[in-house]
Structure formats: structure tokens, C-alpha cells
């Protein structure tokens, strides 16, 4: 009986073996496949040089830069200038220094062509915006300095903090 048994359970297991797989049974399953984009920017500022001027400041001066955006598509983001680095400057009214006798000439820098918008620090106040697009996005500044002053010989610098909120 035993042999007989035996002999039952191998042929089952032959019989199951010889299903052709087209009548074999199947199950699925949903892979899901995720990336995260970061929203990232970058901002460089080129300099501005308004140049060689005479003792006597008797009209503007005017120059023109710009400031580099780098941002991921469809990222919006704000584009902020300080003060700059002198001791009673402010938005409107800037300061060049001269380190040899630490006189100032006072400049502006603007968002607009026209000279009229100060360009500042107070996001969707006196910023300039924009949307990202992945590639560089080249924003102009625009900047007098003020007439008629009085200067000093000498080189006259600033440093200007550009903050790019996004």
C-alpha cells in the first residue's frame, strides 16, 4: 500500500509539472517610481564701474550692470540689494567711500531704466521678481551716482549684499 501511495503522489507531481504555462494562473503588482526636484537657485552679481570722473560731479553718473539668476523651472523668486556698506547709507541714497580720507559720494542703484524705482531689500516692495526657467536669467541693475558733489581724489568702492528669496 505504501508503494502504491508513493507511486499516486509521483504521478500527481508529473501530471502538475506537464500544465503547458498558457493555462498557468498569474497575479500583478504596482511598482511606483518617485523623484523629488528641490526648488534651488543662484544669484552672482557682476560689478559696477562708473568709471573716471572729475573733482566736480556737476551731472549724474550713470552705469549699468546686472545680476545672474539661476533657478529651477517654475521656481519664483525675489531679488534684493541692501544698503551697501556705508556708515549712513541707506536705500535711496548710497555710499561711496574713499579709504584715504573716508569722504563719500552718494549713488543710487534702480530697477528700472528711468532711474526712479530705489532698488531694496523689502521682498514685493522694492525687489524684482521672476519665475525660473532652468536657464540663466540676466536681470539689469541701473545706477547714478547723484549730482552735483564734490569729491576727493582717489578710488571710491562699495559692497552691495544682493539676496536672492525663493
Not at 30 to 47: D, E, I, N, Y
Not at 66 to 71: G, L
Not at 99 to 117: E, H, I
Amino acid at each position: 500500500m505504501k508503494n502504491i501511495k508513493r507511486a499516486s503522489v509521483a504521478v500527481a507531481v508529473m501530471a502538475a509539472s506537464a500544465i503547458p504555462l498558457s493555462q498557468a494562473a498569474t497575479t500583478t503588482s504596482t511598482m511606483q517610481v518617485t523623484l523629488t526636484v528641490l526648488s534651488t537657485c543662484s544669484v552672482s552679481a557682476l560689478p559696477l564701474n562708473f568709471g573716471v570722473a572729475s573733482a566736480n560731479i556737476d551731472v549724474p553718473v550713470d552705469a549699468e550692470t546686472s545680476v545672474q539668476v539661476v533657478c529651477t523651472a517654475g521656481t519664483a523668486y525675489e531679488v534684493g540689494m541692501d544698503a551697501g556698506s556705508g556708515t549712513t547709507a541707506n536705500i535711496a541714497s548710497r555710499e561711496l567711500t574713499n579709504p584715504q580720507d573716508d569722504s563719500v559720494l552718494q549713488y543710487s542703484l534702480f530697477t528700472d531704466q528711468a532711474r526712479t524705482d530705489n532698488w531694496g531689500e523689502t521682498v514685493g516692495v522694492d525687489t524684482v521678481g521672476g519665475l525660473g526657467d532652468g536657464s540663466p536669467q540676466l536681470i539689469p541693475v541701473y545706477g547714478q551716482v547723484f549730482a552735483p558733489q564734490v569729491a576727493s581724489q582717489g578710488e571710491y568702492t562699495d559692497s552691495v549684499v544682493v539676496t536672492l528669496t525663493f
